[in-house]
């Protein structure tokens, strides 16, 4: 399974920036997706998270109100969308699945998109 994350950039406080990834290879019946990320100095982080048939989200609290997670499954692509951004939403951003309908692992990952978020 591929994962190809793409849309970071650099953008100003305050302004938006789309992420997307798509999934490529061996498919699966069902999955789950998430969005991590990972700042310089610090550890990765959980940002979202969507479960196959879209019917469940979740989110940091960090990122709550202001990014929303959503995908679409004939596009085998994941989309989070990113507005009001803060400079501490800077990062490296990582798509990841998890097979299955149920979020237990995430079992493949992207290589990552920067976003960087200037003052």
């Known amino acids: 399974v591929q994962l190809q994350a793409c849309g970071g950039g650099l953008v100003q406080a305050g302004g938006s920036l789309r992420l997307s990834c798509t999934t490529s290879?061996?498919?699966?019946?069902?999955?789950?997706m998430g969005w991590f990320r990972q700042a310089p100095g610090k550890e990765r982080e959980f940002v979202a998270a969507?479960?196959?048939?879209?019917?469940?989200?979740w989110y940091a609290d960090s990122v709550k109100g202001r990014f929303t997670i959503s995908r679409d499954n004939a596009k085998n692509t994941v989309y989070l969308q990113m507005n009001s951004l803060k400079p501490e939403d800077t990062a490296v951003y990582y798509c990841?699945?998890?097979?299955?309908?149920?979020?237990?692992?995430?079992?493949?990952w992207g290589q990552g998109t920067l976003v960087t978020v200037s003052s």
């Open positions: 990841a699945l998890a097979p299955g309908t149920t979020i237990l692992t995430y079992d493949y």
């Open positions: 290879g061996r498919t699966f019946s069902s999955y789950g």
């Open positions: 969507i479960n196959w048939s879209s019917t469940s989200t």
